[in-house]
């Protein structure tokens, strides 16, 4: 019986090991990726200088494949964004400028940046800030709604007077908030 439990100990434990030695691997792989991307990124941006778009483009085009952390990615994507605008295609760098703004809504533009382009992601980022303002607002009218309904549904409702079912009002949007939020965290 000791035997068994000292047995099953070790193979706990290797198993553990083996799960570390697969996870170190696999970040050291994303690590040596990630420097590779960005390295294509300085080579495209490079190129950016020299006017040479098309050859930039292809340079973050293969860096898109090895980028893997969220920085890298903003910066790629600005620079994609800028090449597009500089070939003229505005409809393509403002899909990338909505890319830039999904991974941070409050990112900024720096370095020697054409005037219409500043404009342009300024204008793309202050409409997306209106529609996720939007949307909130939307969300929170439509829990409010629900709150209500449900409320005047149940028979206390008649019981209270109209600070008591705004105060009421209030607690049921917490708890289900709080419980949006908890499910959320799963």
């Not at 898109?64 to 952390?69: Q, S, V």
């Not at 899909?95 to 900024?108: C, F, G, P, Q």
Request: aromatic share 10%; charged share 40%; glycine share 4%.
């Amino acid at each position: 019986m000791k035997e068994l439990i000292i047995e099953r100990r070790c193979r706990g434990r290797i198993f553990f090991l083996l799960i570390g030695i697969i996870f170190f691997s696999l970040s050291h792989l994303y690590s040596q990726a990630d420097k590779k991307g960005v390295a294509l990124i300085k080579n495209g941006e490079v190129l950016i200088k020299k006017t040479e778009y098309e050859k930039a483009m292809a340079k973050f085009e293969e860096a898109r494949h090895c980028i893997y952390t969220d920085t890298n990615r903003l910066r790629l994507y600005k620079n994609i964004s800028r090449v597009y605008y500089n070939l003229g295609k505005e409809k393509e760098s403002v899909d990338y400028i909505m890319k830039v703004l999904e991974i941070k809504l409050n990112a900024r533009l720096r370095g020697k940046i054409p005037p219409r382009y500043h404009i342009l992601f300024l204008d793309t980022q202050r409409r997306l800030k209106k529609l996720r303002s939007d949307v909130r607002s939307l969300a929170d009218r439509k829990l409010f709604a629900e709150a209500r309904k449900r409320l005047e549904q149940s028979e206390e409702f008649k019981n209270y007077k109209n600070n008591e079912w705004v105060q009421e009002l209030k607690n049921y949007i917490k708890e289900t908030e709080n419980k949006e939020e908890r499910r959320d965290m799963n």
